[in-house]
């Protein structure tokens, strides 16, 4: 499963994708919306600008769960 954002900049990039199918977005957990992290990267198509948004998103998650067990 891939989303239409992310075909579109891979496609756009000349990356092969393969995929069982298409959904317009990524849901959130309560399906409420978009997922964050594909919301977060839909602010961009250059893969360096992808990939820092990326790692901060993972920093301020593991952040998170670091400061739930202090």
């Not at 990039?13 to 839909?42: A, H, M, Q, T």
């Not at 602010?43 to 067990?69: A, G, P, W």
Request: charge should be negative; charged fraction near 25%; include cysteine.
């Amino acid at each position: 499963m891939i989303s239409e954002p992310a075909i579109i900049l891979l496609k756009n990039r000349g990356i092969e994708v393969k995929y069982c199918k298409i959904i317009p977005f990524i849901e959130n957990r309560d399906k409420s919306g978009i997922w964050p992290l594909e919301n977060l990267c839909s602010r961009t198509d250059s893969f360096v600008e992808l990939f820092h948004l990326i790692e901060d998103f993972i920093i301020k998650i593991q952040n998170y769960i670091l400061n739930l067990l202090l």
